[in-house]
């Protein structure tokens, strides 16, 4: 098991820019590909972007594609999403994900461990 914990969320104005972080526990960071998923009032949550177990590939929903990156840096067991020319639209609670496997990267199921979650805010 394996215990995330996200922050860097808060409130910015829109086309400002944040970046998140996820912290992972234990010592096998290395061993699970790694989402960020969003959820706004009243919808729900959906994909954002993930990673592979090495960070050699990543994936994105359209929504986001040329204005969010996501990264991982192994050594420090952490899981990073840079957010760029945020939109109100862009405003939701951010959760990262683990997963021991990486068919279907962009579903809920298809990940086994979920941190609390990070508020994120773009409002002028």
């Given at each position: 098991?394996?215990?995330?914990?996200?922050?860097?969320?808060?409130?910015?104005?829109?086309?400002?820019?944040?970046?998140?972080?996820?912290?992972?526990?234990?010592?096998?960071f290395s061993s699970y590909a790694m989402g960020w998923f969003r959820q706004a009032p009243g919808k729900e949550r959906e994909f954002v972007a993930a990673i592979r177990r090495n960070g050699?590939?990543?994936?994105?929903?359209?929504?986001?594609?040329?204005?969010?990156?996501?990264?991982?840096?192994?050594?420090?067991?952490?899981?990073?999403?840079?957010?760029?020319?945020?939109?109100?639209?862009?405003?939701?609670?951010?959760?990262?994900?683990?997963?021991?496997?990486?068919?279907?990267?962009?579903?809920?199921?298809?990940?086994?461990?979920?941190?609390?979650?990070?508020?994120?805010?773009?409002?002028?």
């Amino acid at each position: 098991q394996v215990q995330l914990v996200e922050s860097g969320g808060g409130l910015v104005q829109p086309g400002g820019s944040l970046r998140l972080s996820c912290a992972a526990s234990g010592r096998t960071f290395s061993s699970y590909a790694m989402g960020w998923f969003r959820q706004a009032p009243g919808k729900e949550r959906e994909f954002v972007a993930a990673i592979r177990r090495n960070g050699g590939s990543t994936y994105y929903a359209n929504s986001v594609k040329g204005r969010f990156t996501i990264s991982r840096d192994n050594a420090k067991n952490t899981l990073y999403l840079q957010m760029n020319s945020l939109k109100p639209e862009d405003t939701a609670v951010y959760y990262c994900a683990a997963s021991t496997r990486f068919g279907g990267y962009g579903l809920h199921e298809s990940y086994d461990y979920w941190g609390q979650g990070t508020q994120v805010t773009v409002s002028s």
